[in-house]
């Protein structure tokens, strides 16, 4: 499939085959990488009680509570598996 043909077809999941997608964290804020699956995203995936989780955790305003919340989001998550990691890239950087 062409490029521009596959970026029409990939938002509404209208292909056959499989897909990479990547992203890359801007900070080490867990929120920021959980919520990339929760209501819509790229995979298709939509789980009404991970994103609730999600969201839970991101009106909470107490540090420790907050970090129990994505905790348990996240193993939430990795129970139902949406998502294939198949590869992960790294860069390192002199700061």
Do not use: H
């Amino acid at each position: 499939m062409e490029w521009k043909e596959f970026l029409k077809k990939q938002p509404a999941l209208d292909f056959k085959g499989v897909a990479r997608n990547g992203w890359l964290g801007d900070s080490i804020e867990p929120y920021g990488f959980l919520s990339l699956l929760s209501k819509k995203n790229d995979s298709g995936w939509n789980d009404k009680k991970y994103a609730e989780m999600v969201e839970k955790s991101n009106l909470e305003t107490d540090e420790a509570k907050r970090y129990k919340l994505l905790s348990e989001a996240e193993t939430y998550l990795l129970e139902q598996q949406p998502v294939i990691p198949l590869f992960i890239s790294a860069t390192a950087m002199l700061c």
